[in-house]
Nanobody
Framework: QVQLVESGGGLVQPGGSLRLSCAAS????????MAWYRQAPGKQRELVAT???????NYADSVKGRFTISRDYARNTMSLQMKSLKPEDTAIYYC??????????????WGQGTQVTVSS
């Protein structure tokens, strides 16, 4: 079994910064692509940023230049550094990963989410 646990959410003023982390644990053989998604109240879940197994990042247009995604391959963790936060960034942020377990099975996993609120 594979678990993803997010941390680092909270309340921040507009223009502020936050750093989210995602830790993967369990029976992991390989982690392929990882991603951050978010879901605001009343809206569909949307892709924020992805990072491939080779470290190549991609960002939604709405966060380009403000968010930075990164991975620590040794620790099986992923981070999202968020700067110049706006009220419209308020959402629950979810970690997602494509993982091959030691049993050989490959699956897509989600964390439980962490709340980010941008408000004065």
């Amino acid at each position: 079994q594979v678990q993803l646990v997010e941390s680092g959410g909270g309340l921040v003023q507009p223009g502020g910064s936050l750093r989210l982390s995602c830790a993967a644990s369990g029976s992991i053989a390989s982690i392929y692509d990882m991603a951050w998604y978010r879901q605001a109240p009343g809206k569909q879940r949307e892709l924020v940023a992805t990072i491939t197994s080779l470290g190549s990042p991609n960002y939604a247009d709405s966060v380009k230049g403000r968010f930075t995604i990164s991975r620590d391959y040794a620790r099986n963790t992923m981070s999202l550094q968020m700067k110049s936060l706006k009220p419209e960034d308020t959402a629950i942020y979810y970690c997602n990963a494509d993982v091959r377990s030691r049993s050989g099975l490959r699956g897509n996993y989600w964390g439980q989410g962490t709340q980010v609120t941008v408000s004065s």
